[in-house]
């Protein structure tokens, strides 16, 4: 059973950078599938961050790019996300998730809420 | 603004059958890119529902189905029950490189 557990801190001031880990369990990151971030802001609907392909290369969303890096640590079996100049805009809840080929997400976290404050 | 369009609500009686449109354009939807559709219900990730337009994963009932058509696509929920009040999403993929998800659907059993 694969399952996914985010982790960082809760709490984010204004301008700095927001950095999150997701461990993998139940299977292999380096085996193969994209592995990606997607957000939800309280109230609000599904964002995707961006994803990252078990060889390393990066996809990231548009609006976001600018400001998001995605990387792999094949040998904790985990990935992380790193995104910064943070205001109060990217609050939300983030959950990572398992992302194939058609894009779908078929293994979610449980999602880990980060508030941008000072 | 979403990129993929659905009602923001959704409801019906026990037993009853409802459908969510998911409306795209030529760029995701209208470009052969699969819809996936998930259900979440309150206070928790969401569930992959239904994949590759049509698909269920193991263990998602067969109440639950899937369809596409030119640039939109349907969720039906037949045989409606108290369990099923959540929020529903349809996503896909965008000829802009990105991973596009809906609005959402708040379905509730009246």
């Known amino acids: 059973q694969v399952q996914l557990q985010e982790s960082g801190p809760g709490l984010v001031k204004p301008s700095e950078t927001l950095s999150l880990t997701c461990a993998v369990s139940?299977?292999?990151?380096?085996?193969?599938?994209?592995w990606g971030w997607i957000r939800q802001p309280p109230g609000k609907g599904l964002e995707w961050i961006g994803s990252?392909?078990?060889?390393?290369?990066?996809y990231y969303n548009p609006s976001l790019k600018s400001r998001v890096t995605i990387s792999v640590d094949t040998s904790k079996n985990q990935f992380s996300l790193k995104l910064s100049s943070v205001t109060a805009a990217d609050t939300a809840v983030y959950y990572c998730?398992?992302?194939?080929?058609?894009?779908?997400?078929?293994?979610w976290g449980q999602g880990t809420l980060v508030t941008v404050s000072s | 603004q979403s990129v993929l369009t659905q009602p923001p609500s959704v409801s019906g009686a026990p037993g009853q059958r409802v459908t969510i449109s998911c409306t795209g354009s030529s760029s995701n939807i209208g470009a052969g890119y699969d819809v996936h559709w998930y259900q979440q219900l309150p206070g928790t990730a969401p569930k992959l529902l239904i994949y590759g337009n049509s698909n269920r994963p193991s263990g998602v009932p067969d109440r639950f189905s899937g369809s596409k058509s030119g640039t939109s696509a349907s969720l039906a929920i037949t045989g409606l029950q108290a369990e099923d009040e959540a929020d529903y999403y349809c996503q896909s993929y965008d000829s802009s490189l990105k991973v596009v998800f809906g609005g959402g659907t708040k379905l509730t059993v009246l």
């Open positions: 139940g299977y292999s990151i380096s085996s193969g599938y994209y």
């Open positions: 990252i392909y078990h060889s390393g290369s990066t």
């Open positions: 998730a398992r992302e194939e080929a058609t894009r779908v997400h078929d293994y």
